[in-house]
C-alpha cells in the first residue's frame, strides 16, 4: 500500500507541476506578443483600429517565431535554413500588417521589427554560449 500511495503522490505532483507550467509558455508568448503591441502603438502612434488589426497577427508571428527557436534549440531544425526560415518570417509578418499602416508607421515597423528580432537573437545566442560554457551544471 505505501510504495502505491508513493506512486500516486509523485503522480499528482507531476500532473500539478505539467498543469501550473503550461499557462506559464503562454504567458511567455502573451507578454512578448503584449510588449511588442505597446511599443508599436506607443512609437507609431497607432490606432485603436489598428490595434485591433494588428493584435492577431502579431499573437499569430510570435508563436511562429517561438516554434522555429524551439526547433533551433532542440536540433529538429535545418541550420542552414534557419535564418531564411526567420527572414521568410520577418517579410510575412510585415506584408500582413503593412495593410494597416500608413506608409511612416511602416517604415518605423521595419525598423522596430528589426530591433525585436535582433535583440531576440543575441538573447538567444548569450542563452546558448552560457548553456556551452557551463554544460556541466544541474539541469543541462
Known amino acids: 500500500m505505501r510504495i502505491v500511495s508513493i506512486s500516486l503522490?509523485?503522480?499528482v505532483c507531476a500532473?500539478?507541476?505539467?498543469?501550473?507550467?503550461?499557462?506559464?509558455?503562454?504567458?511567455?508568448?502573451?507578454?512578448?506578443?503584449s510588449k511588442?503591441?505597446?511599443?508599436?502603438k506607443v512609437q507609431l502612434d497607432l490606432s485603436d483600429y489598428q490595434i485591433n488589426?494588428?493584435?492577431?497577427?502579431?499573437?499569430?508571428?510570435?508563436?511562429?517565431?517561438h516554434?522555429?527557436?524551439?526547433?533551433?534549440?532542440?536540433?529538429?531544425?535545418?541550420?542552414?535554413?534557419?535564418?531564411d526560415q526567420?527572414?521568410?518570417l520577418e517579410a510575412q509578418e510585415t506584408q500582413d500588417i503593412s495593410q494597416y499602416l500608413k506608409p511612416y508607421q511602416l517604415t518605423g515597423w521595419r525598423s522596430l521589427q528589426s530591433q525585436l528580432y535582433q535583440q531576440d537573437n543575441s538573447e538567444n545566442n548569450e542563452?546558448?554560449?552560457?548553456?556551452d560554457k557551463y554544460s556541466n551544471l544541474p539541469g543541462n
Open 36 to 40: 511588442i503591441i505597446y511599443k508599436l
Open 86 to 88: 526567420r527572414q521568410q
Open 127 to 131: 542563452e546558448n554560449e552560457q548553456a
Open 9 to 11: 503522490t509523485a503522480s
Open 15 to 33: 500532473l500539478v507541476f505539467f498543469l501550473v507550467s503550461i499557462p506559464a509558455l503562454f504567458a511567455q508568448e502573451q507578454i512578448s506578443s
Open 53 to 65: 488589426n494588428i493584435t492577431p497577427i502579431i499573437d499569430k508571428y510570435v508563436v511562429a517565431f
Open 67 to 83: 516554434e522555429l527557436q524551439r526547433s533551433i534549440e532542440d536540433g529538429s531544425a535545418n541550420p542552414s535554413t534557419t535564418q
